[in-house]
C-alpha cells in the first residue's frame, strides 16, 4: 500500500487527549504521524495526499451491541450486509450478539462467523459467546474455549439469565478468564405482557405497559452478584435513571462494572411512537422525556460508559403488525453517529466526551486494538463533516431491513468517509 496523508483535518482522538488540526499519515494500515507535527515533518516525503479541511477525523466507531440474522435469518440481515451498514454510519468494529440460529454457544460457530466475516465483512466483525447453552439460561457454555477461539465477551443476547445461581456461577467461572459478562436486564416476568413504558401514555394508547422494575430489579441483583464474585459485568442497554445511578454507585464501591445505552434512548422518548409507530417498538421500551434527559446526563458524567446502536433488523413480517403484536428492536448502525452528534448539537455532551463513549471507551471495555488514533495504532478512521445536513431516506438505507426509528428524520452531521486499515471502504 502506498503512504497515504489525510490533511488538515481536524483530529479528535479520546485516547490521548488530542483535539488539533494537522495531518494524518497512514503506513502500511497504521498510524505513523499525526497531528500538526506530521503536518509540518510528513508532508514533503508522501505522495498521496487527501485535502481533509471542515472535515473531522476521529477513531472508528466500535458498536458493542449489534444482532445479525446470519446464521439463520439472513432475509433480515447478513454479516456482510451489517458490515456495509457499520461502514456508511462510519463504524467499523462490531461486536456480533450469539442469539443467531443456531446459537453462537459452540467453538465451531465462532470460527463460522470469523471465518465468513473474513470472506465477506468490509468491517471488523467480532462475535459474543453465548453465556449460557441455547441461550436458555440453565447451563453454562464452554468459555474457555469459546474465548480462545476468538469470542470477545459472554451474553446472554436479548435474554436475561432468570436464575441467580446460574448467573453467580457464570459470573465466577467468566471472573477466571478475564471474561466480559455482558447482559440485557430485562426481567422476563415483570415485562411479559408490556409492549412499551408503563405510564400515563401508554394508558391512552390503551397498550400495556413494562414497569421500570422490570430493568431495576435484575440490574441490581447482578451488581449484587459481581459484587460476590468479583467479576467484571457490563450491562448492555439501560433506561432509567435508577439503573444509572445503580451502575454509579457500584463504581464508587469499587467494582469493575460498566454500562452501555442505545442511542435511541438518548434521542426519542415514549411519545415518538405516536399512532402506534411498531418501529418505535425497542426493548427496553422507549422511556418518558424525564429518563431520557437523566441517561444524557448519565452518559456526561461517565455513570453510563458507552453508546450502542442496539441494531436489530426486523422485517415486514414482525414489523407490519398491531403495535402489541411487532417484534422488539430497530436497525440503527447507519444512524449512530448522527443521532449521537444531537446531543452535541444541543451542548448536551461534550464532542471528546461522545466520541469517547462511541468509539475509545467501548474498545477498552473489550480489549479491542481499536478507538484509538495514537501513533501505531491500525488506522480505522471515520471522517465526518459535523454540520452536514441531511434527511434518511428509506431508499437510501443499507441494512436489509428497513425498520429504523430514524427514517425521515432530519440530522445535522454525517459520515462522508471510513477507513479500515487505511482502506476506504465507504465514501459518501
Same mark, same amino acid.
Request: net charge negative; hydrophobic share 45%; aromatic share 4%.
Given at each position: 500500500?502506498?503512504?497515504?496523508?489525510?490533511?488538515?483535518?481536524?483530529?479528535?482522538?479520546?485516547?490521548?487527549?488530542?483535539?488539533?488540526?494537522? &495531518?494524518?499519515?497512514?503506513?502500511?494500515?497504521?498510524?505513523?504521524?499525526?497531528?500538526?507535527?506530521?503536518?509540518?515533518?510528513?508532508?514533503?516525503?508522501?505522495?498521496?495526499?487527501? &485535502?481533509?479541511?471542515? @472535515?473531522?477525523?476521529?477513531?472508528?466507531?466500535?458498536?458493542?451491541?449489534?444482532?445479525?440474522?446470519?446464521?439463520?435469518?439472513?432475509?433480515?440481515?447478513?454479516?456482510?450486509? /451489517?458490515?456495509? *451498514?457499520?461502514?456508511?454510519?462510519?463504524?467499523?468494529?462490531?461486536?456480533?450478539?450469539?442469539?443467531?440460529?443456531?446459537?453462537?454457544?459452540?467453538?465451531?460457530?465462532?470460527?463460522?462467523?470469523?471465518?465468513?466475516?473474513?470472506?465477506?465483512?468490509?468491517?471488523?466483525?467480532?462475535?459474543?459467546?453465548?453465556?449460557?447453552?441455547?441461550?436458555?439460561?440453565?447451563?453454562? %457454555?464452554?468459555?474457555?474455549?469459546?474465548?480462545?477461539?476468538?469470542?470477545?465477551?459472554?451474553?446472554?443476547?436479548?435474554? %436475561?439469565?432468570?436464575?441467580?445461581?446460574?448467573?453467580?456461577?457464570?459470573?465466577?467461572?467468566?471472573?477466571?478468564?478475564?471474561?466480559?459478562?455482558?447482559? /440485557?436486564?430485562?426481567?422476563?416476568?415483570?415485562?411479559?405482557?408490556?409492549?412499551?413504558?408503563?405510564?400515563?401514555?401508554?394508558?391512552? @394508547?390503551?397498550?400495556?405497559?413494562?414497569?421500570?422494575?422490570?430493568?431495576?430489579?435484575?440490574?441490581?441483583?447482578?451488581?449484587?452478584?459481581?459484587?460476590?464474585?468479583?467479576?467484571?459485568?457490563?450491562?448492555?442497554?439501560?433506561?432509567?435513571?435508577?439503573?444509572?445511578?445503580?451502575?454509579? +454507585?457500584?463504581?464508587?464501591?469499587?467494582?469493575?462494572?460498566?454500562?452501555?445505552?442505545?442511542?435511541?434512548?438518548?434521542?426519542?422518548?415514549? %411519545?415518538?411512537?405516536?399512532?402506534?409507530?411498531?418501529?418505535?417498538?425497542?426493548?427496553?421500551?422507549?422511556?418518558? !422525556?424525564?429518563?431520557?434527559?437523566?441517561?444524557?446526563?448519565?452518559?456526561?458524567?461517565? /455513570?453510563?460508559?458507552?453508546?450502542?446502536?442496539?441494531?436489530?433488523?426486523?422485517?415486514?413480517?414482525?414489523?407490519?403488525?398491531?403495535?402489541?403484536?411487532?417484534?422488539?428492536?430497530?436497525?440503527? @448502525?447507519?444512524?449512530?453517529?448522527?443521532? *449521537?452528534?444531537?446531543?452535541?448539537?444541543?451542548? &448536551?455532551?461534550?464532542?471528546?466526551?461522545?466520541?469517547?463513549?462511541?468509539?475509545?471507551?467501548?474498545? !477498552?471495555?473489550?480489549? @479491542?486494538? +481499536?478507538?484509538?488514533? =495514537?501513533?501505531?495504532?491500525?488506522?480505522?478512521?471515520?471522517?465526518?463533516?459535523?454540520?452536514?445536513?441531511?434527511?434518511?431516506?428509506?431508499?437510501?438505507?443499507?441494512?436489509?431491513?428497513?425498520?429504523?426509528?430514524?427514517?425521515?428524520?432530519?440530522?445535522?452531521? =454525517?459520515?462522508?468517509?471510513?477507513?479500515?486499515?487505511?482502506?476506504?471502504?465507504?465514501?459518501?
Amino acid at each position: 500500500m502506498k503512504p497515504r496523508v489525510l490533511g488538515n483535518v481536524r483530529i479528535i482522538d479520546p485516547s490521548t487527549g488530542m483535539d488539533e488540526t494537522g &495531518d494524518i499519515v497512514i503506513i502500511d494500515g497504521k498510524v505513523a504521524a499525526i497531528g500538526a507535527s506530521a503536518a509540518q515533518l510528513e508532508r514533503s516525503a508522501q505522495r498521496q495526499v487527501e &485535502d481533509c479541511s471542515g @472535515l473531522i477525523a476521529i477513531p472508528g466507531l466500535v458498536d458493542a451491541c449489534v444482532h445479525i440474522g446470519e446464521p439463520g435469518a439472513e432475509h433480515r440481515e447478513t454479516i456482510a450486509s /451489517a458490515s456495509r *451498514a457499520a461502514a456508511k454510519g462510519g463504524v467499523t468494529s462490531i461486536i456480533m450478539m450469539p442469539d443467531t440460529s443456531p446459537v453462537i454457544d459452540d467453538v465451531a460457530l465462532v470460527d463460522f462467523v470469523q471465518r465468513l466475516a473474513r470472506d465477506e465483512a468490509i468491517v471488523n466483525v467480532h462475535p459474543a459467546a453465548a453465556l449460557t447453552k441455547g441461550l436458555k439460561g440453565e447451563e453454562m %457454555t464452554e468459555f474457555g474455549l469459546l474465548l480462545e477461539a476468538g469470542a470477545v465477551c459472554l451474553s446472554n443476547g436479548r435474554h %436475561t439469565v432468570a436464575n441467580p445461581a446460574v448467573m453467580r456461577r457464570a459470573m465466577t467461572y467468566a471472573r477466571d478468564f478475564g471474561a466480559v459478562v455482558s447482559v /440485557a436486564t430485562q426481567d422476563p416476568h415483570l415485562g411479559a405482557t408490556g409492549v412499551m413504558n408503563e405510564g400515563l401514555f401508554a394508558s391512552w @394508547l390503551g397498550l400495556p405497559g413494562i414497569p421500570r422494575e422490570a430493568e431495576i430489579i435484575p440490574l441490581e441483583r447482578d451488581l449484587r452478584l459481581a459484587a460476590l464474585t468479583r467479576a467484571r459485568y457490563h450491562a448492555m442497554a439501560i433506561s432509567v435513571p435508577e439503573s444509572a445511578d445503580a451502575i454509579r +454507585a457500584a463504581k464508587a464501591r469499587g467494582l469493575a462494572v460498566t454500562a452501555g445505552v442505545s442511542v435511541n434512548h438518548l434521542t426519542l422518548n415514549e %411519545t415518538d411512537i405516536g399512532e402506534y409507530r411498531t418501529f418505535f417498538r425497542l426493548s427496553p421500551p422507549l422511556r418518558g !422525556e424525564d429518563d431520557r434527559r437523566a441517561m444524557v446526563a448519565a452518559l456526561a458524567d461517565g /455513570a453510563i460508559d458507552i453508546i450502542v446502536s442496539a441494531h436489530d433488523p426486523q422485517d415486514v413480517d414482525t414489523k407490519r403488525l398491531p403495535f402489541a403484536d411487532a417484534e422488539n428492536g430497530a436497525i440503527g @448502525l447507519e444512524t449512530l453517529l448522527s443521532a *449521537a452528534l444531537r446531543l452535541y448539537h444541543s451542548g &448536551d455532551v461534550p464532542l471528546m466526551r461522545l466520541i469517547e463513549a462511541l468509539s475509545t471507551r467501548p474498545a !477498552e471495555i473489550l480489549g @479491542l486494538e +481499536a478507538g484509538s488514533l =495514537k501513533v501505531g495504532a491500525r488506522a480505522d478512521i471515520a471522517l465526518i463533516d459535523p454540520e452536514h445536513p441531511w434527511v434518511l431516506s428509506k431508499d437510501d438505507i443499507v441494512s436489509r431491513s428497513k425498520n429504523s426509528a430514524f427514517e425521515d428524520a432530519r440530522f445535522t452531521g =454525517k459520515v462522508l468517509q471510513t477507513l479500515v486499515a487505511g482502506v476506504t471502504v465507504y465514501r459518501a
